[in-house]
């Protein structure tokens, strides 16, 4: 099973977060710690939990105590960690499983770094696990398009280097999101990039 823990004292919160986190289907289940003595009690509860999303100062605790807690205990989870835009800067390593948003984050930021997370497996792709560590099935021109796009090119500037209608920009753009699973360029390029060099 593929566990996802919210640590978050705000329901309305939690709820937003356990919509996103069901939507991506990366999870089969969703678990919710609404203080900090839930929190701990969960770090020693042997469950194999793959995400963290926790919003430390809801449940009375530093950046610092909670990463230091969540990395001792789930060593293979990765973290999204939200703090308010007036929060001192907490120095962070490089850790790669960490994400800080800002809690005005929009939906689209947390999905995106839900994405982001590639060693999480989506639940309902397990069967097809060997497939989805494979390049994603573009075409050619889909290729050359997402290259521009992660360039941060717009639709007018791709259709004149390529030579092509905007239109069909369009085209190859809303194929490749269906190809890739995606709904939007951030997402896109998160999903893609690590193909680029690849193709290049």
């Not at 991506?24 to 900090?36: C, R």
């Not at 293979?76 to 800067?89: E, G, K, M």
């Not at 490089?94 to 800080?100: E, F, G, H, L, S």
Request: glycine share 4%; charged share 20%; with cysteine.
């Amino acid at each position: 099973m593929t566990h996802a823990l919210i640590v978050d004292a705000y329901a309305l919160f939690r709820a937003s977060l356990r919509t996103i986190l069901h939507t991506s289907g990366k999870f089969t289940d969703i678990i919710e710690a609404t203080s900090s003595d839930e929190f701990l009690s969960l770090n020693g509860s042997g469950k194999s939990i793959s995400l963290v999303v926790i919003y430390p100062r809801s449940i009375g605790l530093s950046e610092s105590t909670c990463l230091q807690l969540a990395s001792k205990a789930l060593k293979r989870a990765h973290i999204v960690l939200f703090r308010d835009t007036d929060s001192p800067a907490t120095h962070l390593s490089d850790d790669p499983r960490i994400t800080v948003l800002s809690r005005a984050a929009k939906s689209s930021d947390v999905e995106c770094a839900i994405r982001s997370s590639s060693h999480i497996t989506p639940s309902h792709h397990l069967a097809r696990n060997k497939a989805s560590s494979q390049r994603p099935t573009l075409s050619r021109r889909q290729q050359q398009v997402m290259a521009m796009i992660a360039q941060g090119l717009a639709n007018k500037e791709i259709a004149w280097r390529l030579g092509i209608a905007e239109g069909t920009v369009k085209a190859h753009i809303h194929g490749a999101f269906r190809a890739l699973g995606v709904t939007n360029r951030i997402q896109a390029v998160l999903c893609y990039r690590p193909h680029l060099l690849a193709y290049e």
